[in-house]
């Protein structure tokens, strides 16, 4: 997903998106341990999402307070 496209998610969304995004990289650990990973970057970008995603949250609970 592109930022301008997480931006425009509200909180209930974000949370549902953050929860898909750790069970795809649990999937990823795993099959990395197994020796089955093909695209080791894919990690890297599942990272970067999931900080996005806490970035907006944390920026939405800030701005609620």
Do not use: C, P
Request: net charge positive.
């Amino acid at each position: 997903m592109a930022r301008s496209e997480y931006a425009k998610l509200d909180e209930r969304e974000l949370k549902i998106r953050l929860r898909e995004l750790k069970s795809e990289l649990f999937n990823l650990r795993f099959q990395q341990a197994t020796g089955k990973l093909e695209n080791h970057r894919k990690m890297r970008y599942l990272r970067a999402d999931i900080a996005r995603v806490n970035t907006y949250l944390t920026q939405r609970q800030r701005a609620g307070e």
